[in-house]
């Protein structure tokens, strides 16, 4: 083609030809815009980055055919940097500046790779279109780093984002697949599916995001594979009908959640949590997952369900050292737990709310619970089976006028109760075993009611069996045990067929012709200090409220606020 003074009149000589032709830019600077038509190659002969077209405003190169790229700087501002209007483009180790505007626009049908390249501060858009992104960083992009809209598919492989001031990929009506890469410093969510898009996200890392690390909302699907999130708002955050499968990631050092799950679905398998600021699985709203294998380590409370309409299911939960709840089932919340290993938590099981509100636990170990191990209160129901409390203050309580059911069910090493029943509540057990309490083996009180059908209590420090006030009930075919100093004291209104025990049994003296008592409050829990006769219990009444983050907007917050009862 010969030598040419500037890149527009080789381009104009190449499309005169009308056949393929590669133009060899020499190293400088050119301040002319690019409009490249045909099967063109534009190669600086330089290092990458020795030829610059820097433009003060305006598109800098407009590409319809099949043009590849290589080697340059394109710079402008307030505009589409590069364009490709119809056909393929593809741009190789080239950088693309654009500041207030756009880097890349592939436009409806046309399809753009990107290799080996860097983009500042403009994003990437592709609407309706194809692309192919590897090997690529995305610095300071005003906005959205990488935008795919409008039913386009998009591919992003070992790629790095850095400092976006909103998301580095948002996908609204879209396809986008992202395996490899590294997100940091988003303004809102790293990665955002919206809008019946499909986000597949794999073996990628995620840092200090301002908001969630995933999100999805509006009915988006996807998949999320082996990701670590670390400082985000919240780890992953599914809404408003959404519904994605996540496999084997770690959340961690998330401010707010690890797992929001705010009236949508889910299926989350083989997830850690650590250090949740909040709260590490928060379902609300009608939120609906379905959780496998979830391990939470540290933070504050554990599993949340809560909200009229919300339910969850957990199947092999390990959580550990928490200084609050580690599974709670609030206000109309639902929540279903099958083989279950708690430890070091002050409560491992709790739930508050109206009727509606349950909790099913089956096959479950509970162990050093500075409080209760499980702890019923308002109108709400917890069924246990084959449940374990070990080592802690009281093994299962219920109050208020909350329901507590128990089957093949046992308490060791407590130091108030086994098991409590005080205001309103109903306790049912079945086949309950009771061993090594240093207080009581089973406690009711107040206006309580329970029934107990073939248990055990062995090794009570003070009574097997405690029932005062106007509590009443059945304790049938129930065995007591031990060396304590009595078996059953009663008051009279809790019939008791087939009690088998060697200790005392004795009718209860009203505290009115006792001692002044020892009256201990106990904000949220049940406990029991001092000795059995001298003793009151009032269980506290809590308020708690969440907050969570769907694309930067506010949700309610977790704070405690307690004022006993």
């Known amino acids: 083609m010969g030598v040419h003074r500037d890149i527009a009149s080789a381009l104009a000589a190449a499309a005169r030809r009308n056949r393929p032709a590669r133009i060899e830019i020499a190293p400088g600077h050119y301040a002319e815009p690019l409009i490249v038509r045909g099967e063109v190659e534009l190669v600086a002969t330089g290092e990458p980055g020795s030829v610059s077209v820097v433009l003060p405003g305006g598109t800098a190169l407009e590409t319809a055919g099949t043009v590849l790229v290589r080697g340059l700087v394109l710079a402008s501002r307030d505009a589409d940097v590069v364009r490709c209007a119809a056909g393929t483009l593809t741009l190789e180790h080239t950088e693309v500046r654009g500041p207030g505007g756009v880097c890349v626009h592939a436009t409806p049908g046309s399809a753009v790779t990107l290799r080996d390249s860097a983009f500042r501060q403009g994003r990437v858009l592709f609407a309706g279109a194809g692309g192919h992104v590897e090997r690529c960083a995305f610095t300071d992009a005003a906005d959205n780093a990488l935008a795919a809209i409008d039913g386009a598919r998009v591919v992003v492989r070992d790629s790095r984002f850095a400092g976006p001031r909103l998301h580095a990929v948002r996908v609204i009506g879209a396809h986008a697949e992202i395996t490899g890469c590294e997100v940091t410093g988003t303004g809102l969510a790293a990665l955002f599916a919206d809008t019946q898009a499909w986000l597949a996200v794999a073996d990628c890392t995620i840092t200090d995001a301002g908001g969630e690390g995933i999100g999805f909302l509006r009915h988006a699907r996807g998949t999320v594979d082996r990701v670590r999130v670390t400082g985000a708002e ?82 092999g ?4 050292d928490l200084p609050s709840v580690a599974l709670r089932a609030y206000e109309g919340g639902k929540a279903v737990f099958r083989d279950v290993r708690v430890e070091r938590c002050a409560t491992h099981l709790e739930t508050r709310g109206d009727a509606g509100t349950t909790a099913e636990v089956e096959g479950a170990v509970f162990t050093d619970f500075s409080m209760s191990a499980v702890e019923a209160i308002g109108t709400s129901r917890v069924t246990l089976r084959q449940v374990t409390a070990e080592r802690g203050t009281v093994g299962f309580a219920v109050a208020e006028d909350a329901q507590l059911l128990l089957t093949d069910c046992a308490a060791r090493t407590v130091t ?57 009930g059945l304790f049938v075919g129930c065995a007591v045990s ?84």
């Not at 083989?270 to 379905?290: D, I, K, L, Q, W």
């Not at 107040?446 to 055990?456: A, G, M, N, T």
């Open 234 to 315: 919240s780890g992953i955050a599914v809404a408003e009908g959404s519904d994605p499968v996540v496999r084997g990631c770690v959340l961690a050092d998330c401010r707010d959640t690890g797992i929001a799950v705010r009236a949508g679905r889910g299926r989350f398998e083989e997830c850690e949590v650590t250090e949740a600021g909040n709260v590490a699985v928060f379902v609300s709203e009608r939120g609906a997952p379905e959780v496998r294998g979830l391990r939470v380590t540290g933070g504050n409370v554990g599993v949340v369900v809560t909200g009229t309409g919300s339910r969850g299911t957990f199947h």
């Open 317 to 320: 939960v390990r959580v550990a």
């Open 416 to 472: 108030s109760a086994g098991a409590a029943a005080l205001g309103k509540g109903r306790l049912v057990a079945r086949r309950l075993r009771v061993e090594g309490s240093e207080s009581i083996g089973i406690l009711a009180q107040d206006q309580s009611k329970l029934e107990v059908h073939d248990s055990e209590f062995v090794d009570c420090g003070s009574v097997g069996a405690f029932f005062r006030d106007e509590a009443g």
């Open 482 to 565: 031990g060396t304590g100093p009595a078996g059953v004291r009663h008051n009279g209104r809790v019939v008791m067929p087939s009690l088998r025990t060697s200790l005392s049994v004795a009718e209860w003296e009203d505290e009115a012709n006792q001692a002044s008592p020892t009256h201990v409050t106990y904000h949220n829990h049940v406990t029991i200090h001092g000795g059995v006769t001298d003793s009151q219990l009032a269980v506290g009444n809590a308020r708690v409220d969440m907050n969570q983050r769907v694309d930067g907007r506010p949700r309610p917050r977790a704070d405690e606020e307690g004022t006993p009862a």
